[in-house]
């Protein structure tokens, strides 16, 4: 099956990649002549694990393409997926559909045939209902039809995501859309991956949704940690305690310094603007985005309160910035807040992260960054672990003990044994234990 994908960011990428590996015709569609070319090149314009040898594998098999064109992209395609960005917009926390609106506008005048246009996009309900009313109103001959069918991949296992998914969910209305959607998703049924097929409305909803509950979850424990902090529990050995409990799960159970990433910030958000649109407030959904932003500088009063609540010149060892491992995606990572607090404090910060330097250099200033992890350690006053890298997994202790100017060591991921690191000498400090 011939299929367009417009945008060749994160989603666009991977959906067009996997699409190309299933056996169809793919070309994506970016106006940014710079990745365009950079794809051309070879090089793939973000870090995921294994999407570089998925894109060259199916570029040369002939079956992946990319185009500033398109109209030329569009062209003779069954499917044309959205996958453009819908970033929180500016005043009012909404998500701003301005990419997919114009993607839909000159998608009309280039379809040819029958063509389904999917929104891949994470977009508001209703969206489907105003791109529909915009393919109608730049081309009224054009036969289409609008499904949405969100995507629900995690930055860092987004392949394997996209391949062996939980589920599929395609809303629509029109049979023959539908019928389309099928045959695109028709490999995934030797993995025996449910496909569920519902109203165009309730596919919307479902994307904001499932990311509202999986930040519900991520504060809970967080604010459960805290608890368990006042107490003397191990908030570990709760979330165990409850994780195994077949009804709530054991994922998104790991307390830490809060949630960050391209998505679950802005479609938290998204939801709450759709539920104040629609006079159906959603209650808890407030309390979790209010409770996560807080939860980031409280994560920085944390490392200053185990550094004798004094951290003017001294200096402060970070090691990760992304909002978590195996990605380059600095959005909303909890490590801008903790150190741009530590940076008000009076602190000096020395940096360093596997993939995320560049981002973060963007975003983060009068940060020293270093280029591995032990340099980032040596003369510091204390180690804070912000992202849970496996390289940071098992540190020489005794090294880093000898590179400290004091042994104080800040798991905000609760990655190391407390038994472990106070053996070794270190004064430690976790979070909820």
Not at 45 to 63: M, S, W, Y
Not at 374 to 382: K, L
Request: glycine share 10%; proline share 4%.
């Amino acid at each position: 099956m011939r299929i367009a994908v417009i945008g060749t960011g994160y989603v666009g990428l991977v959906s067009g990649a996997c699409f190309a590996d299933f056996g169809h015709d793919v070309i994506c569609v970016d106006k940014d002549e710079s990745k365009i070319d950079a794809l051309h090149a070879g090089r793939i314009p973000i870090f995921e694990p294994g999407l570089q040898a998925l894109v060259e594998t199916n570029v040369k098999a002939g079956r992946l393409g990319f185009t500033t064109d398109l109209t030329e992209g569009v062209k003779g395609a069954e499917a044309v997926f959205i996958a453009v960005g819908t970033p929180s917009r500016r005043g009012d926390g909404h998500a701003d559909l301005g990419y997919v609106f114009a993607a839909a506008a000159e998608v009309a005048t280039a379809v040819s045939g029958f063509t389904v246009v999917i929104t891949k996009s994470t977009v508001p309900v209703g969206t489907g209902d105003e791109v529909e009313r915009i393919l109608r109103e730049n081309n009224p001959a054009a036969e289409f039809a609008v499904v949405s069918n969100p995507e629900f991949l995690r930055e860092g296992a987004a392949i394997d995501d996209f391949k062996r998914p939980d589920r599929v969910v395609i809303g629509g209305h029109d049979e023959r859309a539908m019928a389309v959607m099928r045959e695109i998703y028709r490999p995934l049924s030797l993995n025996s991956s449910p496909v569920i097929e519902m109203s165009r409305r309730g596919a919307e909803l479902t994307k904001y949704a499932g990311n509202a509950f999986l930040a519900t979850k991520i504060t809970f424990i967080n604010e459960i940690a805290d608890l368990c902090e006042k107490v003397g529990a191990d908030v570990q050995e709760v979330a165990r305690g409850i994780g195994l409990d077949k009804r709530i799960g054991s994922k998104f159970l790991n307390a830490g310094p809060g949630y960050g990433g391209s998505c679950f910030p802005k479609d938290t958000l998204a939801l709450l603007k759709t539920s104040q649109d629609y006079e159906a407030p959603q209650r808890i959904v407030e309390a979790v985005v209010a409770v996560n932003e807080n939860r980031k500088r409280a994560m920085g009063r944390k490392v200053i309160a185990a550094m004798g609540e004094d951290v003017r010149g001294k200096t402060v060892a970070v090691l990760g910035l992304t909002f978590k491992p195996n990605t380059d995606d600095m959005r909303d990572s909890p490590a801008i807040a903790v150190i741009q607090l530590l940076q008000d404090a009076g602190a000096r910060v020395q940096a360093y992260d596997p993939e995320g330097m560049e981002q973060a250099a963007k975003l983060l200033q009068n940060v020293d960054f270093k280029t591995d992890t032990y340099a980032t350690i040596e003369g510091a006053d204390a180690l804070v672990i912000v992202t849970e890298w496996d390289a940071f997994r098992a540190l020489d202790l005794k090294r880093v003990k000898a590179l400290l100017s004091e042994p104080i060591l800040i798991d905000l991921r609760n990655i190391y044994p407390r038994e472990v690191v106070e053996t070794a000498g270190f004064k430690y400090i976790a979070v909820g234990r």
